[in-house]
């Protein structure tokens, strides 16, 4: 009885000692299970924190219409029928311009020639009848100096025909009739020079806002294939954007062309119109002098 309870505590010991012993093992191996936990508590964490991906994001290069080989023509082609319109509209204002400039620059400058020969034979004339004779050949036919000396000089004889004293104190009568001959040649003149300069004003003024009609709508139908489609790649939403910018573009290369040309012809209109005041007062003091000579 009292050897058992001397080992009791002694037994107690020993156990004591095994347990203390033992514990660092433990917690070596408990250790690496609280990052495990750590790590598993972060993952639902970091998967709700993750924006949603772009289910276009990762198009191939392949599988994007035309990529790598967009050009003016293809985006012509893939443009929309009123965005088309829009543009071959423009085109076709473009080509005529070009075409009136050229047309106009061989009017003028054969305009200017023919006029400068005229001026010449004109002062060369001794009487009226004489410069009647030059202003209705045929080498001058057609030109409006050619055509307001022919004018007047009709009236003169046409006054004469009539019975009308032509000189003296009836000369201001006779001038008079004949500078009203020529106005109405001059009016005439006006509307030829000017034929074509309505068309270019309008091309250059609505140009630009036309092409801009063309832009917002092929833009709101590339909008409206996003909202379709659910997806904001740039790569697939930028053909349709460059086609109906390409509208605008086109616009702007059809109305900057036809305000140079504008601009330009009326500066040779208003010059060759100042031409025709000063020819006309000199048409006028030679009929004048003709008429106080009694030729």
Request: hydrophobic share 50%.
């Amino acid at each position: 009885m009292l050897d058992n309870k001397r080992k009791t505590p002694f037994i107690a010991l020993i156990g004591a000692v095994a347990l203390m012993a033992s514990a660092p093992a433990f917690a070596q191996e408990a250790a690496p299970a609280a990052p495990a936990v750590a790590d598993a508590a972060a993952a639902p964490a970091a998967d709700a924190a993750a924006p949603a991906a772009d289910p276009a994001a990762d198009v191939a290069p392949e599988q994007i219409q035309h990529a790598g080989k967009l050009t003016v023509m293809q985006m012509f082609l893939d443009a929309e029928p009123v965005v088309k319109v829009v543009m071959i509209g423009l085109v076709l204002a473009s080509i005529l311009s070009w075409t009136l400039l050229v047309t106009k620059l061989l009017e003028f400058g054969s305009l200017n020639k023919t006029s400068d020969r005229f001026v010449e034979a004109f002062r060369g004339a001794k009487s009226v009848n004489d410069i009647g004779r030059i202003a209705l050949s045929d080498e001058f036919e057609g030109n409006p100096l050619a055509d307001m000396a022919a004018a007047a000089t009709q009236e003169v004889e046409l006054s004469r025909q009539a019975g009308l004293a032509v000189s003296g104190t009836h000369r201001e009568t006779t001038l008079h009739r004949a500078e009203a001959a020529v106005g109405a040649v001059q009016a005439n003149l006006g509307k030829r020079l000017s034929s074509g300069m309505q068309f270019l004003a309008s091309v250059g003024s609505s140009g630009p806002f036309i092409g801009l009609f063309g832009t917002v709508y092929g833009i709101m139908n590339s909008f409206i294939g996003i909202a379709n489609t659910n997806t904001t790649n740039l790569a697939v939403v930028a053909p349709g954007i460059a086609e109906a910018l390409l509208a605008t573009g086109i616009g702007l290369f059809a109305a900057i062309p036809a305000v140079i040309f504008y601009n330009y012809f009326q500066t040779r209109i208003s010059a060759y119109g100042a031409r025709t005041e000063g020819f006309v007062a000199e048409l006028m003091n030679a009929i004048s002098r003709q008429l106080d000579k009694g030729a």
